[in-house]
């Protein structure tokens, strides 16, 4: 063991994880930017975004069977291969001038579709390399650093790389998933767990779900998460209207809008790295009681306040609360998961997550356009606060109880 006693595997795949969204941060503002180049339509630009979030809804359940089924860190060195490969190609044909809109779907969509089993393994591999006592420690400094590359570094690095042309700009993700797959190669060890019984993929996924659905705590804690995304995106959807340009009400420049987005990401990422701090300090129910009603500040300030500063501070002090919430249901999920069933869940979680994006941003155009924007984050807002109820299930001794009764299935190494 070294350093802090995470050991030298976890650091290796914490590079990996870095390197990781630093090309996915690069890649959510460059192929947008790119596209430009085919396409003024609205609507033929964000089938960019739609395809490269589509495989979550199609492949997410079949992603986490496979997961359970094969090495795990030889499905994250085979998902970033194949999205340098994509990239390198698209890269190529940007600079023989072959590119075209319907190629960048097909690689938007490919891409996606790596990403939703790298991000799968990289969540259920965590149990398999450090204790579980540490999951809440790894799982904040891999947080952190995920969401710095990811929202920090990625997007102005994407925006200088851009100017320099759309092949460097596609060549640079390609390049840094590779070096991805050189610290996985780094990672040792075996980290495929053993099945005791043959099954097809169908029956997987149906053994994944039922264990999910049938878990009354991380039932829970799942229908809690995909109603909160559901909100967030509801009221993050128009916050853009409320915030930015002279008739607003807040009067923000762009910039100014993309500052006051960044206090939620530094929240975040404070919070990701004092999150076990967090947790020993007001234990875990009452850790995530608290990041309820910070999400529910987030969602709800802006009905009653226009002033940036006074959101900026609301919103990175929410974001705090939130990566604790992150950390804590993340860990706690690895915990009480049989290691053979984790992929499955995790993707059972995922699934919930993103599917409800989509839907949450629909219903948050549809009601600013009935009845106003400060009414869509007043009704988010409380709606927000009804998530507590959850929280009549979700116990310290909830949490104990459902950690002694994983503890004979853990397969330890």
């Known amino acids: 063991m070294t350093g802090n006693g995470l050991g030298g595997r976890y650091w290796r795949l914490w590079s990996a994880s870095a390197v990781s969204n630093l090309a996915d941060g690069i890649v959510k503002i460059a192929l947008p930017l790119v596209a430009l180049d085919f396409t003024t339509s609205p ?19 079949p992603a986490g069977a496979l997961i359970d089924r094969l090495d795990r860190r030889r499905v994250m060195l085979t998902a970033n291969a194949l999205r340098a490969a994509l990239f390198g190609a698209l890269a190529t044909a940007a600079a023989l001038d072959a590119g075209s809109i319907w190629l960048l779907y097909l690689v938007a969509f490919g891409v996606g579709s790596a990403e939703t089993v790298y991000d799968t393994a990289a969540q259920s591999i965590l149990p398999q390399v450090v204790a579980r006592d540490l999951l809440p420690r790894a799982n904040g400094r891999l947080h952190a650093v995920e969401l710095a590359a990811n929202q920090f570094v990625g997007p102005p690095l994407a925006g200088f790389l851009v100017t320099l042309g759309a092949a460097v700009a596609l060549a640079g993700p390609a390049g840094l998933w590779l070096i991805a797959v050189a610290a996985l190669l780094l990672v040792p060890g075996r980290y495929q767990v053993d099945r005791e019984t043959a099954s097809t993929l169908r029956a997987d996924i149906a053994e994944g779900l039922r264990f999910l659905l049938r878990h009354r705590l991380l039932r829970t804690l799942a ?51 004092v999150a076990a701090r967090i947790e020993r300090r007001l234990g875990r129910a009452r850790a995530l009681g608290a990041s309820v009603v910070a999400f529910a500040a987030v969602a709800g300030s802006p009905a009653v306040t226009s002033n940036a500063y006074i959101l900026g501070v609301v919103f990175f002090v929410g974001g705090i609360l939130l990566a604790a919430w992150n950390v804590i249901t993340v860990s706690l999920r690895q915990r009480i998961t049989p290691d053979r069933l984790l992929g499955r869940v995790n993707s059972g979680y995922r699934l919930l997550a993103w599917g409800s994006m989509p839907l949450g941003a629909l219903t948050g155009g549809l009601l600013a356009e009935a009845f106003g924007l400060r009414t869509v984050f007043a009704v988010t807002g409380l709606l927000s ?18 950690e002694r009764a994983s503890q004979p299935h853990e397969h330890r190494r």
């Open 223 to 273: 229908a809690m998460v995909g109603a909160s995304n559901f909100l967030s995106n509801a009221m993050f959807a128009v916050l853009v209207l409320y915030a930015v340009g002279p008739e607003s009400a807040m009067g923000l420049t762009a910039p100014g809008y993309g500052a006051l987005l960044t206090t939620v990401a530094a929240g975040i990422v404070l919070g990701s790295l």
């Open 385 to 402: 606060l009804t998530l507590l109820l959850g929280m009549l299930r979700v116990t310290d001794p909830a949490i104990e109880a459902a």
């Open 43 to 61: 609507v033929l630009i964000a089938g960019v975004a739609a395809a490269f979030s589509l495989p979550w809804l199609l492949f997410a359940l």
